[in-house]
């Protein structure tokens, strides 16, 4: 279980003017960095009968990151869990990393043992602070801007409901019908629907 409260919400309007807003309210750049992922599922999933949702949660990500602010290049697998409440709301969540040497030889590992590339995101994050909050933008390649934001369960903002009401009262451009977006659930859609 992560350690922190995180929710993730939609840009209303540019990227720059958001992350100008950010500056001006005092917060400071913390990381920078690109993600690849790949999103693998078992080649036997019958996806035209599932979800979206369940979809993902069968998914196994392939990730190469290019950490800019640290100077350094991650690969990763990465396997996620989420739990639900009845609203679709997320009520806990886990990540599972392990560290790879190549990511072209994780794909390969994968598809060896039953799986199928389902498909690929590109995003860049900036990483913005002012000590207990994280706010990291996401631009998707081709997608939606978002953000991410995370508060540390010590803080005055241990609660969803806190967490939200901080962010509304920063009146940042955000669109809070949906406080729990997630890009890969948005791509996926995309694509379902080209089919």
């Given at each position: 279980m992560k350690d922190?409260?995180?929710?993730?919400?939609k840009i209303i309007g540019k990227m720059e003017d958001f992350k100008k807003n950010l500056i001006e309210k005092g917060y400071e750049t913390s990381g920078n960095f690109i993600l690849y992922d790949v999103y693998m599922i078992p080649k036997n999933l019958d996806i035209q009968r599932m979800?979206?949702?369940?979809?993902?949660?069968?998914?196994?990500?392939?990730?190469k990151v290019d950490d800019f602010y640290n100077n350094e290049i991650r690969n990763d697998v990465v396997y996620k869990t989420k739990e639900y409440d009845e609203?679709?709301?997320?009520?806990?969540?886990?990540?599972?990393?392990?560290?790879?040497m190549d990511p072209n030889d994780g794909i390969k590992l994968f598809?060896?043992?039953?799986?199928?590339?389902?498909m690929i995101i590109t995003e860049e994050d900036f990483v913005y602070s002012n000590g207990d909050i994280s706010i990291a933008t996401k631009n998707i390649k081709d997608g939606d801007n978002l953000i991410e934001v995370e508060a540390r369960f010590n803080t005055k903002y241990s609660t969803l409901d806190e967490l939200k009401k901080y962010l509304k009262n920063e009146e940042l451009?955000?669109?809070?019908s949906n406080c729990f977006v997630k890009k890969a659930e948005i791509e996926l859609s995309k694509i379902m629907n080209r089919s």
């Open positions: 922190n409260n995180e929710i993730t919400l979800t979206i949702r369940d979809i993902i949660s069968k998914s196994i990500i392939i990730r609203n679709g709301d997320i009520i806990s969540q886990n990540s599972i990393r392990m560290r790879i598809e060896s043992i039953g799986y199928k590339k389902l451009s955000l669109d809070f």
